[in-house]
């Protein structure tokens, strides 16, 4: 391959030839050429690089959407737990397990508000006052005790009362003939008290031995020293629900007063 310069007079606006094999060409012509190839290798790279950033984008963007979604789902789970504690808690009758539930509640209900504060949603913690555990003003404790002052504060009233009046009765036949007076009730009185009250807590043990005779595994059932998983202590707290235990008593103290007010009518 040879290239020729063709040498001779131009014009202004000519420009100078070669010849290769035997051809002219413009050596201009050339540089175009290379320089247009490489601007469309150019404009495909970046065409391609769009492509990838836009792919990118959409990639980002779904997850961000998934992202979004996992954390909406968590925040629902959230909400329905606390609503599952509270409605518990309204059912519980113990006031420390009340309290626990709904501590509970408001944790979750916690989560789901960051959650959502995170997720950019429009929300407000829920005004849960009304549904807090009122405390009680004393403790147990100090309950039980004053209600033993109580119960012991009217029996020694009672028994004052009793020997006032009869004090005044006695002071009243003073002034009524012999056939007008009254039969006031004395110490003997208090004696049959006490006498029924051992009537009372002689027939329980007589009861439960009886019991234990005839069918002894009721016995063991209601043996208070007796606790196992099949005994009424166990059920009663565990199994029950609210409604069967406030019943189960219910029918327990009646029937508690009932025996009572039939050992009244025994006679020494």
Not at 43 to 62: G, T, Y
Not at 210 to 227: A, D, E, K, S, T
Request: hydrophobic share 40%.
């Amino acid at each position: 391959m040879t290239t020729k310069t063709v040498n001779g007079p131009t014009g202004a606006n000519e420009t100078p030839k070669s010849i290769l094999n035997g051809h002219p060409f413009k050596p201009n012509r050339l540089k175009s050429e290379s320089l247009e190839s490489q601007r469309q290798k150019a404009q495909e790279a970046i065409q391609a690089a769009e492509a990838d950033l836009l792919r990118l984008q959409e990639e980002e963007q779904s997850e961000i959407i998934a992202q979004r979604a996992r954390l909406g789902q968590v925040r629902e789970t959230h909400l329905m737990d606390a609503e599952n504690f509270r409605a518990i808690a309204r059912q519980e009758t113990d006031e420390e397990e009340k309290r626990t539930l709904l501590r509970l509640a408001r944790e979750d209900e916690q989560r789901a508000f960051q959650i959502g504060q995170e997720l950019g949603l429009d929300q407000s913690l829920p005004d849960r006052g009304e549904e807090k555990p009122r405390l009680p003003l004393l403790k147990r404790p100090v309950v039980a005790m004053l209600q033993v002052v109580g119960i012991l504060a009217a029996i020694a009233f009672c028994y004052r009362q009793f020997m006032g009046l009869q004090t005044y009765i006695q002071g009243l036949n003073e002034t009524l003939p012999a056939e007008k007076h009254l039969q006031p009730y004395d110490i003997t009185s208090i004696q049959k008290f006490f006498f029924e009250k051992l009537v009372v807590f002689s027939d329980l043990p007589v009861a439960l031995a009886i019991l234990f005779l005839i069918v002894p595994f009721m016995g063991f059932y209601v043996l208070p020293v007796l606790r196992s998983k099949k005994d009424f202590y166990t059920e009663f707290n565990e199994e029950l629900t609210p409604w069967q235990r406030s019943l189960i008593t219910t029918i327990f103290c009646l029937g508690l007063l009932f025996f009572l007010a039939l050992s009244h009518s025994v006679k020494p």
